[in-house]
């Protein structure tokens, strides 16, 4: 079976579940011309993004296992990190790699999506001079679709936990309670990032220094609980200040509560990332919307 038949399920579910939003979205005509615009250049996105090569859209989570082998095997058999405030039955290196690459796979949707959104106006010029098309679109563009690949790697984690624990926890129904900080938060970037690169060129490259430093300081390569340890004289706990300060430490602990440990301890972060996402959101679109009307004569 050719790549597009594996991914017909996929897609067929995607349509369906974007069939019953648009019912109970409360969104007028023009509303829902441009969800079904944002729809097309989703999918028209995801099957340009490999084009032409034999696996397609399963490169994104062949890249996150890479990571996954390289990240456990350096940090669980070489340097020997161990995850006794996990929860886990067990702290075999199989368990680390689950745990570790439910932590993963907030962060790549994380950093693919807003990187890609940087530069999606600036890559877009024909479209940013047509005065009917909405600008607002191109910044989600990338990010959905990096979000949609990243349920491949959902779809793996969550058969690995049946098969190494005989059961799944009742905790993935609660999902789309972080899927909703995760998007607002990327998007709410993503937006700033976009409109500050039209006019700064230099954005991509800081973002990718920038990215490299916060992959450190968000605890996915190591539990959080390490950092209990760490005394900064004049700081607070820092586990504490990291937790609150950092959204994507809040995301990939909660991920891992929800898909591994079976059950939610971060319910006070939880409120607070998703009330920072939403401001986030809400100041990036509100800059991108400020810059919006300079893009074409910069362009």
Known sequence: MGQGGRLKPLKAAIRQIIRKLKHWLPLD????????LLRILVRRDLEERYKGSVLGNLWPL??????LLIFTFV????????????????NSSLEFGLWLFAG???WTAFTGGLSQAA???VRQPNLVKKVVFPLSLLPLVPILSTFIESAFG?????????LLFQKLPVTLALLPLIWLPQLLFTAGLGYLAAGLTVFLRDIPQALAVILNLWFYLTPIVYPVDKLEKIDIVGLPNL????????PLATIAEIYRDIAISGHITHWTEWC???VASSLVFLGGFWVYRRLRPAFADVL
């Open 29 to 36: 005509p023009l509303g829902l011309a441009r969800f079904d």
């Open 62 to 67: 062949l890249n996150q296992l890479s990571q």
């Open 75 to 90: 940090f669980s058999v070489v340097l020997g990190i161990r995850l006794e405030g996990a929860k886990l039955p067990g």
């Open 104 to 106: 993963l796979l907030p």
């Open 119 to 121: 530069s999606s106006v």
């Open 154 to 162: 959902m779809a793996v984690l969550i058969v690995s936990v049946a």
């Open 239 to 246: 586990k504490d200040l990291v937790l609150l300060f950092n």
């Open 272 to 274: 607070v990332v998703l």
